[in-house]
């Protein structure tokens, strides 16, 4: 998804989750975070998606810096059910919009 598409889907869809998959330290960096954001790092996701379990049902948009490693995450995340869609650009886009 576009970040215009992203940016009005926060608002309009209030079941949507969001996944970033930076590292602790870029969710708290100078990109900041989106707000209600859950944080799992994409080196951790496999291990860490039963966190997500509660959200199957969601659709879940999947961020990071720049939009590789959200692409990778999704992967994951499809391969165990969930309904996952990439953010393109990331937080870079984001930022800069």
Sequence with gaps: ??????KEEIITDKD???LDVRMPEEFV???NKIPNA???P????SLRVDELDPFK???IAVICRSGVRSRAAV???KENGFNAI????GMLAYAEK
């Design 38 to 40: 859950i944080n799992i």
């Design 86 to 89: 990439n953010v393109d650009g």
């Design 16 to 18: 949507l989750k969001i």
């Design 1 to 6: 998804m576009t970040i215009k598409e992203f």
């Design 42 to 45: 994409v080196q951790q996701l």
């Design 57 to 59: 049902g969601n659709r």
């Design 75 to 77: 992967a994951i995340l």
């Design 29 to 31: 960096g100078n990109l």
